[in-house]
């Protein structure tokens, strides 16, 4: 007789799906959740890239159709030349890549300090990084925008520039307090036996911490990278001028210039190629690196 996985919980006992009857039931009913899950989270993507393959009546038709009557690729030729989306792509991709160089070495740097270096005052200064998590975005917009319009002391106007991007988002509390949690769970004999060897704290830092951290550290480069991809307000308020804009304000300052329906369409399908390719990459690495942060060593 089988050993039976006392340590495994689900909704139906190992018994209850050992009856025919019970495991039909079982399976249809998972699989008809998983189809439905997975109908509403394509279905939108499904009608941005069809649109994009559709005449601009077709696109404007009620009721309207579910696949092109005479798909046309040529949409996606047009919004790519047309709307300029090489350098509102190549921009948006300038101000990701910053951001996430500037959270990785500032944002890990904090977190190694909290958790194994614990200078005074360290649980203080942690729980005030915790509590702008409960403060919204939209209150911090005004002084943000006249911190950036007119930066205190040196007076600098950082409008129009990457680091009107990229200073905002370095000091990232959620980021923090995930990478903090994993580097709780390093194990101490690994630090003190770097330290007996002769390593100091930047040196354990590169040499013990970082390379068993890859997980943690890949969540927040995706976290950084598509957060500044999706962000829409803040990039509006900041970038004015037109050949410094994102590809989210790009699009948005072009959407009253006549532009066709479909054309259009095609240009926000191919806007949104990146993340979900970045995405793809690396879904394995935010699966572990959600659940790395729980275990002990």
Request: hydrophobic fraction near 55%; charged fraction near 10%; aromatic fraction near 12%.
């Amino acid at each position: 007789m089988a050993a039976v996985d006392t340590q495994t919980r689900t909704l139906i006992s190992q018994s209850q799906l050992s009856r025919p009857r019970a495991r039909v039931v079982y399976w249809v009913v998972l699989w008809a959740l998983v189809a439905l899950f997975a109908l509403v989270f394509l279905f939108p993507l499904y009608w941005m890239f069809s649109s994009g393959l559709k005449t601009a009546a077709e696109v404007l038709q009620s009721p309207p159709s579910l696949v092109p009557a005479h798909p046309q690729a040529a949409n996606y030729r047009h919004a790519w030349s047309d709307l300029d989306l090489g350098r509102f792509m190549l921009n948006t991709l300038m101000y990701a890549g910053g951001a996430l160089a500037f959270q990785l070495v500032f944002d890990v740097s904090a977190a190694y300090a909290l958790s194994k270096l614990r200078p005074v005052l360290g649980n203080v200064v942690l729980f005030m990084m915790l509590s702008t998590l409960m403060i919204p975005a939209m209150v911090l917009i005004i002084p943000q925008y006249l911190t950036a319009l007119d930066v205190p002391f040196v007076h600098w106007d950082l409008l129009n520039t990457p680091w009107a991007i990229w200073l905002p988002s370095v000091a990232n509390g959620f980021n923090i307090f995930i990478l903090k949690r994993f580097f709780d769970s390093v194990p101490q004999d690994l630090l003190s036996a770097a330290t007996i060897d002769g390593a100091g704290p930047l040196r354990t830092l590169w040499s013990v911490i970082l390379p068993m951290s890859r997980p943690i550290i890949g969540v927040v480069s995706i976290f950084a990278v598509v957060n500044v991809w999706k962000d829409f307000l803040w990039p509006y308020l900041v970038l004015t001028d037109t050949s410094k804009m994102s590809i989210n304000v790009g699009l948005y300052s072009l959407s009253g210039d006549g532009i066709p329906e479909n054309v259009f369409m095609a240009a926000l399908a191919m806007a949104c190629v990146p993340t979900i390719v970045f995405f793809l990459i690396f879904q394995r690495n935010i699966m572990s690196g959600l659940t790395a942060g729980s275990l002990k060593g």
